[in-house]
């Protein structure tokens, strides 16, 4: 197996087991709070004429962290559905029969 499909089983199996699904939602709610610190960033190095390169970063980072939480968001809210499609079975089977050879 490629190492593309191990990590994608891997995260499916660890989004079905040891609380995933909760640490996924915890990490979105903490990328909210770093968001909101990188957005007030940009607003007052706007409003007091800091550094542009500065400025620029912090808004680099802001829309990283909006995306990645959004892709969160997505992930967590779309869980149930494809939770249901997936052959866990086949998943488990799979990812031990790579982690024998």
Same mark, same amino acid.
């Given at each position: 197996m490629n190492s593309e499909t191990r990590q994608l089983l891997n995260r499916l199996q660890s989004l079905e087991q040891d609380g995933g699904l909760q640490r996924a939602a915890s990490t979105a709610r903490k990328l909210w709070i770093v968001g909101l610190a990188l957005f007030m960033?940009? %607003?007052f190095g706007v409003l007091?004429?800091?550094?542009? +390169?500065?400025?620029a970063v912090a808004a680099? %980072?802001?829309?990283? %962290?909006i995306a990645?939480?959004? +892709?969160?968001? %997505?992930?967590?809210?779309?869980w149930p559905?494809? /939770?249901?499609y997936i052959?866990? /079975?086949r998943v488990q089977d799979d990812l031990k029969n790579d982690?024998?050879?």
């Open positions: 960033v940009v %607003v007091y004429g800091l550094h542009p +390169a500065l400025i680099g %980072v802001l829309g990283w %962290v990645e939480r959004n +892709a969160l968001r %997505v992930r967590a809210a779309q559905i494809f /939770k249901s052959d866990w /079975k982690h024998a050879a």
